[in-house]
Nanobody, 121 residues
């Protein structure tokens, strides 16, 4: 069974920084991608940043160069460094991983429980 555990959320003032980290654990063959999504109450979950093995990371437009994702597939970890945070970044941030459980199996999407980020004005 695969589990994703996030850490690093919290309260920060506008203009501040936070780092989020995520560790994938369990039994599986390989990780194809890791990244972060976020959800504001009443809105759909939206991607923040995704890093796929062998490809450059992708960021949503609202990131505007403020966030940096870095994954270490060998260590099953992904880090999101967030700078210049704005009140509009307030959301629950969830770790995402696309994982192949075993040989011949399709990739599955896994999600962490989420960590809350609150940016005060």
């Amino acid at each position: 069974q695969v589990q994703l555990a996030e850490s690093g959320g919290g309260l920060v003032q506008a203009g501040g920084s936070l780092n989020l980290s995520c560790l994938a654990s369990g039994t599986f063959l390989e990780i194809d991608a890791m990244g972060w999504y976020r959800q504001v109450p009443g809105k759909k979950r939206e991607p923040v940043a995704i890093e796929t093995r062998g490809s450059a990371p992708t960021y949503s437009d609202f990131v505007e160069g403020r966030f940096t994702i870095s994954s270490d597939i060998a260590k099953n970890t992904v880090l999101l460094r967030m700078n210049s945070l704005e009140p509009e970044d307030t959301a629950v941030y969830s770790c995402y991983a696309s994982i192949r459980p075993d040989i011949g199996r399709a990739l599955f999407a896994y999600w962490g429980r989420g960590t809350r980020v609150t940016v005060s004005s």
